[in-house]
């Protein structure tokens, strides 16, 4: 009996630990976006972007020393292989005389492979409705959960989805990474992973308070601890299972998935952060009870079920 008891205290105290270290990730995001911003990344700002081969391979710190000599303006080199490079340059800096002082250079050996451009009218445009995109995702799934859920249930679940996405965008602001489609891509994949993860542990709560009709489990903190226990399991099994996936992306798959890749495996270690101290201990904290989702009986029909 000792035993049990200590393994839900030690539970308790890990979710209150948990939850004290996201507020702080909160925080330390939060100031973040607002003291560095975000790096957009071209498919937002608009400007040019080449892609350009080597018949050897090149380190990528020597090409940008040489394309700073032949290139008067701003740009941002990205190696794909040692072999494979993509320049973005901003809308006003255009210059070409770089491509053909590369192509002349026979020691590196340069084919362009494609040249885009992207005016900054679109990427206004798809920065607007990316966000609106994200803002109706996040409505969908508050009316979701304000039908499913008690109010602290659901409160919990939503600060939950804001907790993942605020930390992720955070992330990208402190390391300066591209912020550009893929990554916003990302973020609604993020929402509706974490809500997954939420609402299970949450349903679980529901059940064991609706099922504790005589409060056996003496407190709403030993049914959380329960619900944890009993879905903890599977949580690690699908989060590891899929961090795996998103692993091999990032490893795998080169610059072009890299932001949605780190967006994502981030978001799928904070979700599964949140939806145990978040989604769970948060309702426990604004004075979740076993009343609240016990079935209410008018007292005609208390009395014929206590006749004998």
């Not at 200590?6 to 507020?23: A, Y």
């Not at 800096?93 to 992207?118: A, F, H, Q």
């Not at 907790?163 to 994949?189: E, P």
């Not at 780190?262 to 952060?273: C, D, E, K, S």
Request: glycine residues 6%; proline residues 1%.
């Amino acid at each position: 009996m000792s035993k049990v008891t200590e393994k839900k205290s030690t539970i308790t105290r890990l979710r209150l630990s948990g939850l004290f270290l996201s507020l702080f990730l909160i925080i330390f995001s939060v100031i973040g976006i607002t003291s560095k911003g975000l790096n957009f990344g071209l498919d937002f700002t608009g400007g040019y972007l080449t892609e350009f081969t080597t018949s050897v391979p090149v380190n990528q710190s020597e090409l940008t020393e040489k394309l700073s000599i032949y290139h008067d303006g701003d740009f941002i080199l990205t190696a794909q292989s040692s072999q494979h490079f993509q320049l973005r340059e901003a809308e006003q800096v255009k210059n070409s005389g770089w491509i053909t002082s590369l192509t002349e250079d026979e020691s590196l050996g340069v084919e362009v492979v494609s040249s885009s451009y992207l005016g900054s009218q679109v990427g206004d445009e798809l920065f607007d409705q990316g966000c609106l995109a994200l803002f109706a995702a996040m409505v969908a799934v508050m009316i979701y959960l304000a039908l499913r859920f008690e109010w602290r249930l659901a409160l919990g679940a939503v600060i939950a989805l804001l907790h993942d996405v605020i930390i992720v965008v955070g992330l990208f602001s402190w390391l300066q990474l591209d912020f550009n489609l893929t990554v916003l891509a990302s973020l609604l994949a993020i929402i509706g992973y974490s809500l997954n993860d939420s609402i299970i542990v949450a349903d679980r709560v529901r059940e064991l308070l609706r099922l504790d009709t005589n409060k056996q489990l003496a407190s709403v903190n030993t049914v959380i601890d329960e619900s944890i226990k009993s879905t903890l399991t599977r949580t690690l099994i699908t989060s590891g299972t899929t961090l795996a996936t998103v692993a091999s992306v990032w490893l795998l798959a080169g610059a072009p998935l890299q932001g949605f890749s780190i967006a994502l495996f981030t978001g799928i270690v904070v979700g599964t952060l949140s939806s145990i101290c978040i989604a769970a201990t948060l309702p426990q904290l604004l004075g979740l009870k076993h009343e609240n989702y016990q079935v209410k009986v008018d007292e005609q029909s208390q009395a014929l079920m206590d006749m004998p």
